[in-house]
C-alpha cells in the first residue's frame, strides 16, 4: 500500500511538472507569434514610409524644377517676391519632412532588426522547450508503464495474500476443532476415569469388614467425597478482536497471558480476588501470524509466544520489547 501511494505521488508530480513546461510552451510560441505579427506591422510600416520617402522626393525634385523655371522666368518676366519666398518656404517644409521620415525609418529599421533577434532568440527556446517535452512525454509514458506493471504485481501479490490469509483461517479452524476435539476426549476419559473411580470406591466399601475402625470409615468416607467441576463462571472480557487461541498463567499467579489471531499478545494482571482482571493491559506486538502458544519464564519476567509464521519472539514484560 505504502509502494502506491509512494507511485501516485510521483505520478501526481510528474503530471504537474508536465503541465507546467506545457503552459511555458504554449506561453513562448504565443509570445512568438505575437512578436512575429509587430514585426510585419513594423515591415509593413516600414515599406509605407519608403513609400512616402519616395514621394516626398519626387515632390522635391518637382519643387526644385519649378523653383529653377521660376528663377528664369523672373530673370526674364520678373515675378513676383512674394511667390519666389512662398516656394523657398515649401522646399525648407519639404527637406525638413525629408530628413524626419528618414530619422524615422532608420529608427524603424533599428526596431525590425531588434525584434528580429528577439525572433530568432525566441525560436532557439522554443526549440529547446519542444525537446524537453517531447523528453517529458517518453518519461511520463516510461512512467506509466511502470506504474501499471507494479499494479498487476501489486494485484497479483493481493490475491496471493489473500489465498494465504484464506488457508492460515481454515488451519486455525482445524486446530481448533481438534483442540475442542481433545479438550471432549479428555473431558469424556476424566468423566471415565471419576466413575471408574466411584465404583471402585463403593465395591471397596461394600465388601470392607464390619470391624473397620471409625478413623478408618471416615477416611474412607473422606477420600470416597467426589471432586468439585466449575458450573459458574466468575468473570468474562474481551481479550482479543478475534479468536483467543492461546493463554498462560503466570507461575507466581498475579498475571494472565493471552494470545489470539489478531497477531499480539497482551499481558493481563489479575485483581487481588483472583476473580477479575485490570482492564489495562500490555499489549506485545510483533507477529505476522496468529499467536498459537505463549509461556512464562520462572521468574515471571518474560514472556515466549509461538506464531504460525515459523516464529517464537521472547518479550520482556516491564519494557514491553
Known amino acids: 500500500m505504502e509502494h502506491e501511494q509512494r507511485t501516485k505521488i510521483l505520478h501526481r508530480l510528474q503530471n504537474s511538472r508536465l503541465t507546467y513546461e506545457t503552459g511555458n510552451l504554449t506561453d513562448i510560441i504565443i509570445s512568438h507569434g505575437n512578436l512575429q505579427t509587430q514585426l510585419e ?20 525634385e518637382s519643387a526644385d524644377k519649378h523653383y529653377n523655371r521660376s528663377s528664369g522666368k523672373l530673370d526674364r518676366k520678373e515675378l513676383d517676391q512674394r511667390e519666389l519666398m512662398d516656394a523657398l518656404r515649401k522646399i525648407s517644409e519639404l527637406a525638413k519632412t525629408v530628413c524626419e521620415l528618414t530619422t524615422s525609418v532608420k529608427e524603424k529599421e533599428s526596431k525590425i532588426r531588434e525584434l528580429e533577434g528577439v525572433a530568432t532568440t525566441m525560436k532557439a527556446d522554443l526549440s529547446t522547450w519542444k525537446e524537453k517535452f517531447e523528453l517529458e512525454q517518453k518519461t511520463s509514458q516510461a512512467v506509466q508503464a511502470e506504474h501499471t506493471k507494479l499494479q498487476i504485481q501489486f494485484m497479483k501479490l493481493t490475491d ?10 481454515d488451519l486455525r479452524q482445524d486446530l481448533l476443532h481438534l483442540k475442542a476435539q481433545a479438550a471432549d476426549d479428555m473431558n469424556a476419559d476424566m468423566r471415565r476415569t471419576k466413575s471408574e473411580w466411584e465404583r471402585s470406591l463403593k465395591s471397596q466399601a461394600e465388601f470392607a469388614p ?14 470416597a467425597t ?6 459458574t463462571v ?88
Open 226 to 231: 467426589p471432586a468439585i467441576w466449575p458450573s
Open 210 to 223: 464390619t470391624t473397620t475402625t471409625a478413623s478408618k470409615t471416615s477416611s474412607l468416607k473422606r477420600e
Open 160 to 169: 496471493k495474500l489473500k489465498e494465504l490469509e484464506k488457508d492460515n483461517d
Open 234 to 321: 466468575v468473570h468474562q472480557f474481551d481479550a482479543h478482536e478475534s479468536d483467543v487461541s492461546a493463554l498462560c498463567f503466570s507461575p507466581d499467579g498475579t498475571c494472565l497471558a493471552t494470545g489470539g489471531s489478531d497477531r499480539v499478545v497482551k499481558v493481563w494482571t489479575l485483581k487481588p480476588d483472583m476473580q477479575s482482571v485490570d482492564p489495562k493491559c500490555a499489549v506485545l506486538s510483533g507477529n505476522k501470524a496468529s499467536v498459537m502458544s505463549v509461556q512464562f519464564d520462572p521468574q515471571c519476567r518474560v514472556v515466549l509466544a509461538a506464531s504460525n509464521d515459523n516464529t517464537a519472539r521472547l518479550w520482556t514484560i516491564s519494557e514491553g520489547k
Open 41 to 60: 506591422e513594423q515591415k509593413k510600416a516600414f515599406n509605407r514610409l519608403e513609400y512616402e520617402k519616395t514621394q516626398l522626393e519626387r515632390l522635391f
